[in-house]
């Protein structure tokens, strides 16, 4: 089985609900997001996937969230922007994109800051 890394940076802001009472004020964090592809079988080129086109998909994810209130992003009208959920909605929307069965994003971490993160493993 082949891994592969890659991380990235976005900032927003978010207000997480029934949490700690500092969490329930506006605040923001420049997340560092590191995600996760595995896959058995490498391509006529000797690579899983390039590394510029994984960057990409995750670039085109990033967009979304990077310099934005996620309380306001349909996906979290109803459910905090937590980091869970955050490392949730990369993975989840990173596969579709990637669309290839025979590479799996395994999983992704949300680091809120330098010393706090979650991890969502598919």
Known sequence: MFELKVATHFAAAHQL???AKKCENIHGHNWKIEVCVIGEHL????VLIDFGQLKKHVAEV???LDHKFLN????FKDINPS???IAF???KVLQKRINNTSIRVSRVTAWESQDCCATYVL
């Open 17 to 19: 609900k029934m949490v």
């Open 43 to 46: 391509n006529d080129a000797g």
């Open 62 to 64: 990033i967009e979304t």
């Open 72 to 75: 306001e992003i349909d996906t």
């Open 83 to 85: 980091s869970e959920n």
């Open 89 to 91: 909605l990369i993975a």
